[in-house]
């Protein structure tokens, strides 16, 4: 003879044809993962991290100029774009009262460091300028991704009255640079034979 099912006071023993305890469906939607910070490395001042532990990712300063009178402007990169980077030096240096450089060097400046820029193949470019102590830097970008050019440099230093001039590579493109001086040279007085 075959077992009776047991039975209960409600009834036989029967198991159940769905799962006992579902959980409730969630009533807000799930949250998509969190980014993780970058662990590029942004410079080679902060300190290497440690096992099992992310770089901080801190932003480069971008170039500021505090403290002084400066201008700026931002041109489209076109062949013609130096002779308006010049007009507009030559009348900002001319409203600080500086007579001197002359306009041919502030143009040979501009000129020599715009059409670097341009050779960069950007979309624009930025020309900043500023002055300081007897000083005006001409500061231009190229707002690419290009890697410092040292062959501009010769040209630069060659311009008379270039205290100081430079290039290099930030997060905001190419950057070349001159410093002119705003004294008038010095004659030189030839003793008489």
Known sequence: MTDPMPMNDKGPKVPPTYPPRTPPPQKKPVEAPRPKPS??????????????????????????I??????????????????QAVGKVTETVRTWGYDHPKD?????????LVDAAIVDNGRRISVHLADQD???LVVVLSHTGTGPDDTILTDL????????CGTDASDDGRRVWAVLSTERPRSRTTPAT
């Open 66 to 83: 505090k403290d002084r009178r400066a201008a700026n402007w931002t041109l489209t990169a076109y062949p013609w774009t130096a002779t």
């Open 134 to 136: 007897g000083m005006i």
């Open 104 to 112: 041919d060097v502030l143009e040979q400046t501009v000129r020599l």
């Open 39 to 64: 662990t590029k490395p942004v410079t080679t001042s902060l300190p290497l991290p440690g096992p099992r532990q992310a770089r901080l990712q801190t932003r480069r300063p971008r170039m500021t």
């Open 157 to 164: 230093a060659a311009v008379p009255g270039t205290a100081s």
